[in-house]
């Protein structure tokens, strides 16, 4: 019986000394910030950035030549010339998006999401790849170095499945 007595004493006092105890892994950031330090609050009021562009205003044209895609509110969009990778998804027994409009040097990757899952032999009409058997999250990936208009079909299902590569 005494020991009953001892370990709830125990237990009562463990509770005690741990609701003593102050969590220090919060800083009070008066304490730990000197005078001087101290950041200030900046009140007054920004003033409102107009994006309209003026009817006769012409689109600003950029050191390449190319016409930025800015709004007017000062920024030029410079376009990135970097290439970029384009996603197609082979889903629902579909090819989404089936038509894509990209650079030169783009690539585009195919990815099998069909469910049920199901394999699917990815065609190129202009015989750019050899047949690829793209299984369940499968991916085909091409590169289209040179301009022109590409298609390609998903053999079987070729009316659903199918889609043209404008390259410019």
């Known amino acids: 019986m005494n020991l009953k007595w001892i370990a709830i004493l125990m237990i009562l006092f463990s509770l005690l000394v741990a609701g003593c105890v102050s969590d220090n892994d919060q800083d009070d950031t008066d304490e730990n910030i000197s005078e001087g330090e101290q950041n200030e609050?900046?009140?007054?009021?920004?003033?409102?950035?107009?994006?309209?562009?003026?009817?006769?205003e012409e689109t600003p044209v950029v050191d390449n030549g190319t016409p930025s895609t800015g709004t007017g509110s000062g920024v030029t969009v410079v376009p990135s010339t970097d290439p970029s990778t384009y996603t197609v998804r082979l889903e629902n027994f579909l090819a989404l998006p089936a038509n894509l409009t990209i650079n030169s040097g783009d690539s585009v990757v195919w990815i099998n999401f069909n469910s049920p899952t199901r394999n699917f032999?990815?065609?190129?009409?202009?015989?750019?790849?050899?047949?690829?058997?793209?299984?369940?999250?499968?991916?085909?990936?091409?590169?289209?170095?040179?301009?022109?208009?590409?298609?390609?079909?998903?053999?079987?299902?070729?009316?659903?499945?199918?889609?043209?590569?404008?390259?410019?």
């Open 121 to 168: 032999v990815l065609i190129s009409n202009e015989e750019l790849w050899e047949d690829q058997t793209i299984g369940y999250r499968g991916r085909h990936v091409h590169t289209f170095n040179e301009t022109g208009t590409y298609t390609y079909k998903i053999q079987g299902y070729e009316e659903r499945m199918k889609g043209t590569i404008n390259v410019i």
């Open 41 to 56: 609050t900046i009140d007054e009021e920004i003033p409102a950035v107009d994006n309209e562009t003026p009817a006769d």
